[in-house]
């Protein structure tokens, strides 16, 4: 029988939780109640809230309020291993409160647009009889890492923003045109040969063809002050005042209508679309967000191809931590339950172990990735197979059913296995859905439990959903996104998705999910966070090593 | 020819134990006073009147509706009783019911109730004196072992912990302990409200009683699917493998 993985990769990172010489396998245990001070963070929270107590005038932070008198710690207090990373934080550094790299993803993507150039180009050469070379593309791109950052170009007496404030912000181009990229200056370009291995280059570049394209980020302090909608905004008055200035154009002549249409508006991608009226929110924010997107968004899948299952997982992180943490948890509701949901799917390696579990298995009974039969067979197999392991694990090992205590996390965890299995090895993402909704009614009729009340209908429902091409119904998974009609309500499950869909792209060794463009934008290595290596980053977040990008420190006082 | 539910497939202990929840047909092993109940249920004080929130339902003057002359009110409806609930968390670790066989148990013998599932919680709702009653029931049957189960309004968590060395399922609250004379004492009300006097629900099942009576599937007990390498599918799988298809397959409909 096709079985191979035996790792038990969570061991490691149980034994960092509860000790080494723990018994990981009894079901019962001592209880020794110990508060709120057995742990490192809280300790330092109470003494932090007791310097704050004079200077508020007000009470504030005292886990002694908690459940009437009874403090968080009735239970062991245990760390978190970041999966596949030597990183081990606190739960409370991984809200994104507490962890600057969880923010500075989230600005990433919202600081970030995407326009074209070429429309501006036709229109300078066709309409205002300007000369368009790479020299004089060159002299634009330095005039528009002058001007993007919030400085002025052709306006005298005019306020400008600090550098020092704005120094995350840039504009690089990229292009499919290997002769024009070769006489772009270094600086100003992503380079598509350098930034990917050759095959996906090839890929990417014949996607994008002659096109040229600028990878826009504001600065991340305007985001941080404003919103994602202010992107388009920022980014399209610098652009054409650069215009201006970088090809001596009259700023009034109606011609420059055309130029600004052009420059601004006719090619733009948002990373996020607009939301309905109920929830109130602009483009890029992350109601909009794509799974495609959010799996071309990660990098993982150019520096590490060769391991479909690294990449999906990558995925999966970003995924959770925006859409769950933040979008659902912050945007949506509110408070800190949500990180508790997210972070079990990449935290202490256990959805690393059973999707290399599933994917072993599959690779053992198909021949290697991609190769499975794209059918609902295949998604019944795999997903009944992982989710049976998956289940067993928790239950020989009672410390890791007490990491992952709600039957959400459980659930998330056992089905984004058997959806990315399933993807990975058919190469298909409704079937890696097909997987998630099995997985789920199994857990269900295991236990007799699955999630929270939502689940009912998201999950118990969703097999109606994976095949439906009725356009309010059903969609590729790759252009589903957060405000998928059944989608928008529960935590555990939209940074699944997203892995679904990278894994089966990762699977068939893709270079792009969806949008080259997005792939390429965030190669960018002037970008803040390593959209590379995901789950790191969010270690380095919470072991307060990582220096995000927008703060004010520069013009405030010290503290 | 009547027909018979079957409720649910599966010859195992499991099978059988959840079409006993299912049915209703469930042993009772423990008789705890009405007053005991209500008082860890804590919406009134046991003798105290109920809280209504209309006039009863004779003093109303109701429409000549064909429903209302079809369906009989509950006592509770009847009287105009307030909605409230009891809420269980049961362990993992072989407790007798789980959510989703509590909220069929609920759903298909308990007239007028709402019940919820979740992970690590159950509720039922209903008109006070009907949701007593409901309470009593479970608490006096199979359904519930007093070491592994216990009524918790908040702070439910404890499902899926480790148990206490004298078996007691964790709970955060501590609403209930082990006494030294082997009984499992009621010190709290749901939501962690310390009782009046504490209340004796008797002796915990044994853990070979527990597995005997229990619904939910595990390796250690009975396994759903066999064990790696040596799968075996119950036909609980079989249904679930039927029920995904074909609402898979549903939803396609290239019309």
């Known amino acids: 029988m096709a079985v191979k993985h035996t790792k038990k990769l969570f061991i490691k990172a149980l034994n960092k939780k509860f000790g080494k010489d723990f018994d990981l396998a009894s079901q019962k245990t001592e209880y020794k109640r110990l508060g709120p001070e057995q742990s490192a963070r809280k300790r330092e929270f109470m003494e932090y809230a007791k310097k704050l107590e004079g200077k508020r005038g007000m009470t504030g932070y005292n886990p002694y309020v908690h459940a009437g008198g009874i403090p968080l710690g009735q239970r062991q207090l245990v760390p978190y291993k970041l999966s596949s990373t030597e990183y081990v934080v606190e739960g409370d550094d991984l809200h994104f409160v507490n962890n600057p790299a969880m923010q500075q993803m989230w600005d990433d993507i919202r600081r970030t647009i995407i326009v074209g150039l070429d429309m501006a180009h036709e229109v300078l050469q066709k309409r205002l009889g300007k000369e368009v070379t790479p020299e004089t593309i060159n002299n634009y791109l330095e005039i528009l890492n002058h001007a993007m950052p919030g400085a002025a170009v052709v306006q005298e007496h005019m306020v400008e923003t600090h550098p020092g404030l704005v120094d995350d912000c840039n504009v690089r181009v990229f292009t499919g045109d290997d002769a024009l990229a070769d006489e772009i200056d270094a600086q100003y370009l992503i380079d598509i040969n350098k930034m990917f291995p050759a095959e996906q280059a090839e890929v990417l570049k014949a996607a994008i063809g002659k096109t040229s394209w600028q990878a826009v980020h504001i600065p991340t302090i305007v985001v941080r002050s404003c919103d994602g909608g202010t992107t388009s905004r920022w980014s399209a008055m610098q652009l054409s005042m650069t215009f201006i200035d970088a090809y001596n154009m009259c700023a009034g002549e109606a011609a420059v209508a055309d130029l600004a249409y052009a420059a601004k508006h006719a090619a733009v991608l948002h990373m996020s679309d607009m939301l309905p009226a109920r929830r109130a929110r602009g483009p890029n924010n992350p109601g909009g967000l794509s799974f495609g997107y959010m799996a071309d968004m990660v990098q993982t899948s150019r520096v590490k191809p060769q391991d479909p299952v690294y990449v999906s997982l990558n995925v999966v992180a970003a995924g959770s931590m925006l859409y769950d943490q933040i979008w659902l948890g912050s945007y949506m509701s509110g408070g800190v339950g949500f990180t508790q949901y997210a972070t079990a799917a990449y935290t202490n390696d256990v959805l690393d172990d059973f999707s290399y579990y599933g994917v072993d298995y599959a690779v053992d009974k198909f021949g290697g990735f991609a190769k499975a039969p794209k059918t609902i067979d295949v998604a019944k197999e795999l997903a009944t197979e992982v989710t049976l392991y998956g289940i067993e694990q928790y239950e020989a090992f009672p410390t890791l059913l007490e990491d992952h205590f709600g039957g959400s996390q459980r659930a998330a965890v056992l089905a984004a296995a058997s959806g990315i299995t399933s993807a990975i090895a058919s190469g298909h993402s409704q079937i890696g859905l097909a997987g998630w909704y099995l997985s789920m009614l199994l857990h269900k009729e295991a236990w007799g439990r699955l999630g929270f009340f939502g689940y009912d209908l998201q999950d118990q429902c969703g097999p109606t959903n994976v095949f439906s091409y009725q356009s309010d119904e059903g969609n590729p998974l790759e252009l589903r996104g957060a405000n998928y009609p059944n989608y928008a309500m529960n935590v555990g499950h939209q940074g699944e998705y997203a892995g679904i869909t990278s894994a089966a792209h990762a699977g068939r060794m893709d270079a792009f999910a969806v949008s080259p463009l997005i792939k390429v934008t965030f190669a960018n290595p002037g970008l803040v966070f390593d959209w590379a290596n995901i789950r790191d980053c969010f270690g380095k977040g919470g072991a307060r090593e990582f220096r995000a990008a927008g703060e004010r420190s520069l013009v405030m006082p010290s503290v | ?255």
């Open chain 2, 1 to 255: 020819m009547a027909y018979t539910p079957q409720f649910y497939p599966g010859s195992t202990s499991v099978g059988i134990n959840r079409r006993k929840h299912m049915s209703g047909n469930i042993e009772k092993l423990r008789d705890i006073p009405e007053a005991d109940v209500v008082a860890i249920m804590g919406h009134r004080a046991p003798g105290a009147d109920y809280a209504s929130t209309h006039p009863p339902l004779k003093e109303m003057g109701e429409p000549d509706c064909p429903v209302r002359q079809l369906v009989a009110p509950t006592a509770g409806a009847a009287a105009g009783d307030r909605v409230r609930y009891s809420q269980w968390t049961d362990s993992m670790y072989f407790a007798p019911s789980i959510p989703y066989f509590r909220s069929y148990w609920g759903a298909i013998n308990c007239k007028g109730c709402d019940p919820g599932t979740l992970s690590g919680r159950q509720i039922i709702e209903a008109r006070e004196r009907d949701i007593e009653k409901y309470t009593k029931q479970q608490y006096d049957s199979e359904m519930t072992d007093v070491a592994l189960c216990s009524m918790r309004g908040c702070t439910v968590h404890g499902h899926s912990l480790r148990l206490e060395e004298n078996g007691m399922q964790f709970d955060m609250l501590a609403r209930t302990e082990m006494g030294k004379d082997g009984n499992v004492y009621a010190v709290k009300d749901q939501v962690g409200i310390p009782l009046d006097k504490k209340i004796n629900l008797g002796k915990p099942m044994t853990e070979a009683e527990a597995k005997k009576r229990t619904t939910i599937f595990r390796f250690d007990g009975v396994p759903m699917g066999g064990k790696i390498g040596a799968r075996k599918f119950d036909e609980a799988i079989e249904m679930t493998h039927h029920m995904w298809e074909y609402r898979s397959k549903w939803g396609y409909r290239p019309e």
